[in-house]
């Protein structure tokens, strides 16, 4: 190895929306942080240990978290709709 290090963004494209309607957030302090668990192994310990740390260290408000019936299973719409409405920032993930 050379000693770099790759990074991807994870900015996906919209499939209803223009990109330019999304903004990024000024910070966390006072922020609604919502987290979707897709029921894979251990993502639950995951997001009680960043929901722990986004609240002590960075100042976020309230932490919301839905988990989904499957893993392989959409998200309900209710529970998009939930969080659109309801959160700042939403984080997604896996936990294998």
Not at 36 to 53: M, R
Not at 69 to 82: K, Q, R
């Amino acid at each position: 190895m050379d000693g770099s290090i790759l990074v991807y963004d994870p900015l996906a494209a919209c499939q209803n929306e223009s990109p330019k309607s999304r903004q990024a957030l000024d910070g966390l302090t006072g922020k609604v942080v919502g987290f979707i668990d897709n029921t894979k192994p251990n993502f639950n310990n995951l997001v009680d240990d960043l929901a722990e740390l986004l609240v002590s260290k960075y100042g976020v408000a309230t932490v919301i978290k839905r988990r989904k019936s499957g893993p392989g299973t959409p998200v309900p719409d209710a529970v998009l709709a939930e969080l659109a409405t309801q959160c700042d920032a939403v984080i997604t993930g896996s936990g294998d």
